[in-house]
Nanobody
Framework: QVRPAESGGGLVQAGGSLRLSCAAS????????MGWYRQAPGQQRVLVAT???????KYAESVKGRFTISRDNAKNTVYLQMNSLKPEDTAAYYC?????????WGQGNQVTVSS
């Protein structure tokens, strides 16, 4: 099992944008849902957005209209475009790739939004 490779993230001012990428290894036909969860200090890990292999998406209410998830099945890569960022979006963002029988998690990428 190979951990998905994440990139993107960093420090941005409120109202700014960032883009996260996550590439998973394995056959494109073996990966079902992909997406991100996030975890702020002292809080539980919560869903941000997920996308199925067919392109159906699901978002947390707090990010609807600001974040867009997309996926390139040929590259086993999922993207999260984050616009109009708010200080409350500050968290470690974890990519996940759902394989039959198990979920593989990325190492986490810190996103910090300053006010």
């Amino acid at each position: 099992q190979v951990r998905p490779a994440e990139s993107g993230g960093g420090l941005v001012q409120a109202g700014g944008s960032l883009r996260l990428s996550c590439a998973a290894s394995g056959s494109a036909f073996s990966i079902n849902d992909m997406g991100w969860y996030r975890q702020a200090p002292g809080q539980q890990r919560v869903l941000v957005a997920t996308i199925t292999r067919g392109g159906s998406t699901k978002y947390a209410e707090s990010v609807k209209g600001r974040f867009t998830i997309s996926r390139d099945n040929a590259k086993n890569t999922v993207y999260l475009q984050m616009n109009s960022l708010k200080p409350e979006d500050t968290a470690a963002y974890y990519c996940h790739a759902d394989f039959p029988g198990f979920t593989s998690w990325g190492q986490g990428n810190q996103v910090t939004v300053s006010s």
